[in-house]
């Protein structure tokens, strides 16, 4: 099984980590 990495593009990291943490139920684990 390969494992795949998103890379996701953001250009505010405060509002990009409330929208895929909050509203879309990602974690970090790093």
Known sequence: MQKVIPALRIT????SKEFYIDGMGFQIDW
Request: glycine residues 0%; neutral net charge.
């Open 12 to 15: 505010d990291y405060t509002r």
